[in-house]
């Protein structure tokens, strides 16, 4: 509820949205080294940014920390939907902290909740087409109500473009209002007059909202976010210190004006975080701050809207938005807006990008129509409702489905295949495609890879080749780099490779059940495999794999059955074929043959055999997709690994006292000992960090080791990682363990230690930990005061204030 007698209201909104990045065809982000040393960008922003804000500190005057909050319940916030589905997978812990801060905000705000919805993938509105703009508009609600459980009352709309007609279709959702920049605002008026007076982002006065009445007879309302206030926290250094934030947001009231205000802002969500460090802590103080502030009341749009209903209207100005001075050129045409950095550039290669897939979009809507109108009973409408599979692909949701959509005896990959060729018709325009500078960037050939996905499924549905075509008009976009030329070779050098049909993923099957212990039945990703035939043979270090296997598609529900065979040499070397026309009885043959050689150890005619059934065409763990291949490559490397430390140790137990006497003699000690000692006291101390109990005794050795060798820590980034997790595990085993004192004083006392080893644990999920634990023993008076005492130190050790 509002203060008494107060009318002056402040907002902040964080639009939290990353592109989707997932490769078109697994549905998962493949690793992406930029963001070393996370495994993606997802993973990076979501540990710089999205948790933080989940559990955001307010420091007192000695940087202690004296409170943890979440920011999201006390701000207004919209989180893209691709980004959500993401977070609900790798993410749980955060995800969770956001529905529950939105569910807190209902409480606080009379009932209006904090979160508002996203256009679905982040598309620029003004350039879509009106079905693109429906489509993305009724995804994005009902992504909302999945997560959220409620009704959106607002809508974020991508880099906040806006034209009448994206407003038109909003209003018809039921969406109430929409956030816009100052510069977007045409003219105002207050209602109920006739004379309309011109405005700019100078001159209109954001502090209240506006009604947007619409051809139709709709109307939305409108706010347009202070402009100056949001620049300074996004660009100019404003969260370095967030009372100065917060002081900026009390001075923008103005005192003279009487009538009820808000003085809201507008940033990208990363801003709190990702692009400036700890800018989560900055939000929190000034969050803090604004609530002891007893003349202001912080709110949301929602609740503003039922106290002070708009008394002006707006008109917009038409192909707006928030980050191109252009209006929406940015996503078009080489208007000058760019990331900098590169002197020289041009982002010529735009509008011929987007005419491009505008051309396949036309082309993929046709197909559509028409092989649609064989299998639904209105393919349009089944579109929009399409999203429920999206969100939940299980049996129950794609046979209700099926039912209320398609036409009976319809065969359901058909149906499928349409659905993802129109789905990926809409992400390939992310807007995020045409932000930066060059054709060859990640963003670009994320969204080229959406275009490459429309191309296969259309001609998998109606045998139409689009991709000739397509690759003669990507050649209109010029790359800036030389060797690129253009974008039909970007598309053919970085798009095509990944590039996945049911034939690789086999290959894939075949490689990696070499690896696996039960690989007769793997989902693959988005695939499922089930084995009718499959045998695994060992001799030492070499595997003999043969099979035959059913791949699945879960999205498309395609499948295919193939015949496979599989020899591994040792180390990375893997030779594998498949076919997909083998016959049964023919595959029963080969595999008693090499079955036979490969026992009697004829390795030459296990190979001849393979080339004699399944032809010349081989296949190598190279074949393999991204991740896996990776992680097949460092289980092989770790066996190495193991056997190396195994040696090193041999010689670091026997030859222990030779090297002290040789140290005690003054006699200068060989580097290969040297080298030999560092690695395993490494070793060792990874081991005391990833055991399940902590052994204090064993550091301690450890350190005093490395100091009497003259020794260093030799991977500090990865020991400071392990060691952070190894205090938050104890941590656990405290709270569930707390009458043990020698737990608590045994991780009191690793604290020093770390110092003398100089690593610095990300004591992030410890803190938080601690602070919970702290809370509950605030009501506990069977506490042991030796217990307390030492809770109260690792408090201190913490950094974390028990009140």
């Known amino acids: 509820m509002p203060k008494s007698s107060s009318n002056k209201f402040i907002c902040i909104h964080g639009h939290f949205y990353q592109p989707p990045r997932e490769n078109a065809w697994l549905e998962v982000i493949e690793v992406q080294d930029s963001a070393h040393p996370y495994h993606d960008w997802n993973e990076r922003i979501t540990a710089e940014c999205y948790e933080p804000n989940a559990t955001s500190r307010i420091?007192?005057?000695?940087?202690?920390?004296?409170?943890?909050?979440?920011?999201?319940?006390?701000?207004?916030?919209?989180?893209?939907?691709?980004?959500?589905s993401w977070m609900e997978l790798y993410a749980k812990e955060t995800y969770e902290a956001i529905l529950a801060a939105d569910k807190e905000s209902i409480k606080r705000f009379d009932g209006h909740g904090s979160a508002i919805a996203q256009v679905y993938n982040h598309i620029i509105m003004p350039l879509a087409n009106a079905r693109d703009k429906e489509t993305q508009i009724i995804w994005g609600i009902i992504d909302f109500e999945k997560r959220f459980g409620r009704r959106p009352e607002g809508m974020w709309l991508a880099e906040a473009a806006v034209d009448t007609e994206t407003l038109e279709a909003l209003a018809e959702q039921g969406i109430k209002f929409t956030v816009l920049a100052p510069r977007q605002a045409k003219s105002i008026r207050k209602i109920g007059e006739s004379k309309w007076e011109e405005v700019n982002d100078q001159t209109v006065n954001t502090r209240r909202s506006y009604a947007c009445n619409l051809p139709s007879g709709k109307s939305i309302n409108l706010f347009f976010y202070d402009g100056g206030i949001s620049q300074s926290i996004a660009f100019n250094g404003l969260l370095n210190d967030g009372q100065r934030f917060a002081e900026s947001l009390l001075n923008a009231i103005d005192r003279n004006d009487r009538q009820t205000q808000l003085v809201h802002v507008a940033t990208d969500g990363e801003t709190y975080g990702h692009?400036?460090?700890?800018?989560?802590?900055?939000?929190?103080?000034?969050?803090?701050?604004?609530?002891?502030?007893?003349?202001?009341?912080?709110?949301?749009?929602g609740q503003f809207l039922s106290i002070s209903p708009p008394q002006f209207e707006a008109q917009i100005i038409e192909n707006s938005s928030w980050s191109c001075v252009h209006g929406v050129e940015r996503w078009r045409s080489d208007c000058g807006c760019n990331s900098g950095g590169h002197s020289g550039w041009t982002q010529q290669w735009r509008k011929p990008l987007r005419d491009s897939l505008d051309w396949l979009r036309d082309a993929a809507a046709e197909v559509f129509e028409r092989e649609g109108a064989k299998y639904f009973n209105d393919p349009w409408n089944a579109r929009n409702n399409y999203i429920h599979v999206v969100l939940d692909r299980n049996d129950v949701s794609i046979e209700k489905f099926m039912k209320t959509h398609a036409r009976e005896e319809v065969p359901p990959s058909r149906v499928f295949r349409l659905m993802e060729m129109q789905r990926h018709a809409m992400l390939m325009y992310t807007s995020c495609g045409w932000f930066f500078d060059e054709v060859s960037g990640i963003e670009?050939?994320?969204?080229?890879?959406?275009?490459?996905?429309?191309?296969q499924l259309a001609n998998q549905t109606n045998e139409v080749n689009y991709e000739t075509e397509f690759l003669k008009r990507l050649e209109a976009a010029p790359s800036n780099i030389p060797a690129y030329h253009n974008a039909a070779v970007v598309y053919e050098r970085f798009v095509l490779p990944s590039l996945i049909n049911l034939k690789r993923v086999g290959m894939h099957f075949a490689v990696s059940s070499i690896f696996e212990d039960e690989p007769e039945t793997l989902t693959i990703f988005n695939y499922s495999t089930t084995s009718q035939s499959f045998v695994k043979k060992a001799a030492g270090e070499q595997k003999l794999v043969l099979g035959i296997t059913k791949v699945k598609s879960l999205v498309t529900r395609s499948e295919k059955k193939f015949a496979f065979a599989v020899i591994y040499l040792g180390k990375h070397n893997i030779i594998g074929n498949i076919s997909l026309d083998m016959e049964t009885d023919l595959f029963s043959g080969m595999q008693f043959r090499m079955i036979k050689a490969f026992e009697e150890g004829r390795l030459g005619d296990v190979i001849g055999t393979m080339q004699m059934y399944f032809g010349p065409e081989k296949y190598t763990i190279w074949q393999l997709f991204s991740d896996e291949k990776r992680k097949i490559l460092d289980l092989i490397a770790q066996e190495s690994m193991a056997e190396l430390e195994r040696s090193l140790r041999k010689s670091y137990n026997s030859d222990y006292q030779l090297i002290t006497a040789l140290s005690n003699n003054g006699l200068p000690i060989p580097n290969a000992y040297k080298t030999t000692f560092e690695y395993i006291l490494n070793a060792d101390l990874i081991h005391c960090f990833t055991s399940e109990k902590i052994n204090i005794k064993e550091m301690e050795r450890i350190s005093g080791e490395l100091v009497r060798w003259s020794l260093k820590i030799d991977d500090a980034g990865k020991l400071s990682r392990l060691a952070g997790e190894s205090i938050r595990s104890e941590l656990k085993r405290i709270s569930a363990d707390r009458e043990n004192v020698k737990r608590i004083q045994r991780l009191n006392r690793m604290f020093p230690l770390l110092e003398k080893f100089n690593l610095?644990?990300?004591?992030?999920?410890?803190?938080?930990?601690?602070?919970?634990?702290?809370?509950?023993?605030?009501?506990?008076?069977?506490?042991?005061?030796?217990?307390?005492d030492q809770f109260k130190l690792l408090g201190e050790n913490l950094g974390v204030k028990v009140g």
Request: hydrophobic share 35%; aromatic share 10%; glycine share 2%.
């Open 59 to 84: 420091l007192d005057t000695d940087q202690v920390i004296r409170d943890i909050v979440n920011n999201y319940s006390k701000i207004s916030f919209n989180f893209g939907p691709t980004l959500l």
């Open 275 to 301: 692009h400036h460090k700890h800018g989560d802590m900055a939000l929190a103080f000034c969050i803090d701050h604004i609530e002891k502030n007893e003349d202001v009341t912080l709110t949301n749009y």
């Open 444 to 455: 670009t050939t994320q969204v080229m890879q959406y275009a490459c996905r429309v191309v």
């Open 760 to 788: 610095d644990p990300n004591l992030h999920n410890s803190q938080n930990l601690y602070f919970q634990i702290s809370k509950e023993e605030n009501s506990n008076k069977n506490a042991l005061p030796e217990w307390l």
